[in-house]
């Protein structure tokens, strides 16, 4: 069997994170965080790579689809599963009657409907 080689998910409204998946260590959220600070403005993509482990954004305002993955994964896969990500969020708004904007959304609290 092939092994998992997504470790964290999450989507973000600007730095606030509201729905999160992960596998492994808990300590990945930490991590996310801390990237969010550091997007660069004006970027719709951001990635960085350290420790064999590849951090990758897709900011479409105001959300922010976050993503660590194994650098096995590659750039291209990263990016496609980032799409499919926002994708079903946007549905997973529109289907419960939620804000596109996200105003009124707060930390953690989409995790258990879109996990």
Not at 7 to 25: F, N
Not at 39 to 61: E, G, Q, V, W, Y
Not at 70 to 91: H, T
């Amino acid at each position: 069997p092939l092994p998992n080689l997504v470790y964290y998910t999450c989507v973000a409204r600007g730095t606030v994170i509201v729905a999160e998946h992960y596998e492994g260590s808990s300590e990945l959220r930490a991590v996310a965080s801390k990237c969010l600070e550091k997007i660069p403005p004006f970027h719709s993509r951001f990635s960085h790579t350290a420790k064999r482990r590849m951090f990758n954004c897709l900011i479409d305002s105001p959300w922010v689809y976050c993503t660590i993955v194994d650098e096995a994964l590659g750039k291209k896969s990263s990016n496609s599963y980032l799409d499919q990500v926002r994708d079903e969020f946007k549905l997973f708004l529109k289907a419960r009657d939620l804000p596109s904007d996200g105003e009124g959304i707060g930390v953690d609290s989409l995790n258990n409907g879109f996990a």
